[in-house]
């Protein structure tokens, strides 16, 4: 009689080569060019203390004599600022590392707040209906007619009046997060709603029903898991959304304070100096910020093209 050895049984990790999804990476020069770049990117942000030259929140390493300091292969550049320097003397090499740390903090936060929310709503619009769904989406629907803009513009203002300006820079990281999760989890409740009206229909959750598992139980462990494809893909796309959401606000003095860098900031403080030829305080950051987001929108479309076997060619 034949037995199964455990030798036979592929491990997790080798389930994980044999996959579709792998499969399709390894063919794909595009999507592993950007995961190079946005691991890069990623891995750059986390050692920023130990890559920068110099750390830009230290105000006691920053000389404003150093200020506006062109890049150091110009002729008036420093070899000490590679990238030059900005109106206060910071390095901007060491600014771009730790702003960039703050823009993907940012980003993959508020991602996780538009997730949660998204998919709590999503689920339980989907799989209750009647009166249930229809609040949840006209309240999705009135959610969507704010912009994140306004929601920020309103959120600050009361913000600052009520506690003050130094309150709100000193918690601003967290607020930038709310006001960016709390404005884009529509985009999850109505994918993950569309997904669950498909999947409860499915004798796999009839089963449960009459299994008497309970209606938590079948919404996160047997039916949420069948929704996780669309989710990826929505979430990919949603950081490059919330990055750019980020620099827009900071740009638009709504974001981060001064002391606290981020690409968007960045980009707002060189933009008075850009015309008066220090150029390299916004476009460097620019074309980080930039590189950023197109990586992640290319990660973004590969997996909607993965996922939908209708259209990927690859």
Same mark, same amino acid.
């Given at each position: 009689m034949n037995t199964i050895t455990s030798s036979h049984v592929p491990s997790y990790w080798q389930r994980i080569?044999?996959?579709?999804?792998?499969?399709?990476f390894l063919r794909d020069k595009v999507a592993m060019l950007s995961f190079a770049l946005f691991l890069a990117f990623c891995l750059a942000a986390l050692f920023a203390p130990i890559i920068s030259p110099t750390n830009p929140y230290d105000l006691t390493s920053i000389d404003i004599m150093? !200020?506006?300091? =062109? =890049?150091?292969?110009?002729?008036?550049g420093d070899q000490r600022f590679l990238l030059g320097t900005d109106d206060q003397g910071r390095d901007i090499f060491s600014t771009i590392l730790y702003g960039s740390r703050l823009?993907?903090?940012?980003?993959?936060?508020? +991602?996780?707040v538009q997730l949660t929310l998204g998919i709590v709503i999503g689920l339980s619009a989907g799989y209750f209906g009647g009166r249930i769904d229809s609040f949840l989406m006209r309240f999705a629907d009135v959610?969507?007619?704010?912009?994140?803009?306004? #929601? %920020?513009?309103?959120?600050?203002?009361?913000?600052? %009046? !009520?506690?003050?300006?130094?309150?709100?820079?000193?918690?601003?990281?967290?607020?930038? +997060?709310?006001?960016?999760g709390f404005a884009e989890w529509p985009q999850y409740a109505r994918t993950v709603r569309a997904s669950v009206l498909a999947?409860?229909?499915?004798?796999? +959750?009839?089963?449960?029903?009459?299994?008497?598992?309970?209606?938590?139980?079948?919404?996160?462990r047997h039916i949420l898991p069948n929704c996780l494809s669309p989710i990826l893909v929505i979430s990919t796309v949603q950081i %490059?959304?919330?990055?750019?959401?980020?620099?827009?606000l900071s740009f638009l003095g709504l974001g981060l304070p001064v002391d606290q860098p981020s690409l968007g900031a960045l980009?707002?403080?060189?933009?008075?100096?850009?015309?008066?030829?220090?150029?390299?305080?916004?476009?460097? =950051?620019?074309?980080?910020?930039?590189?950023? #987001?197109l990586v992640i929108n290319l990660l973004g479309d590969w997996l909607r093209d993965v996922f939908n076997p209708k259209i990927y060619k690859g």
């Open positions: 080569k044999q996959s579709d999804l792998i499969y399709h150093d !200020s506006e300091l =062109p =890049p150091s292969w110009l002729e008036e823009s993907l903090i940012i980003g993959f936060l508020a +991602v996780a959610q969507l007619s704010f912009s994140t803009m306004m #929601v %920020a513009i309103i959120v600050s203002a009361i913000f600052k %009046a !009520s506690f003050g300006a130094t309150f709100y820079s000193d918690y601003a990281v967290i607020m930038l +997060v709310i006001i960016i999947e409860k229909k499915k004798e796999y +959750v009839e089963a449960a029903q009459i299994m008497g598992f309970k209606v938590g139980r079948i919404m996160f %490059a959304n919330a990055i750019m959401s980020e620099a827009a980009i707002s403080i060189g933009f008075k100096y850009i015309f008066s030829g220090a150029w390299w305080i916004t476009v460097f =950051p620019g074309i980080v910020l930039v590189t950023l #987001v």
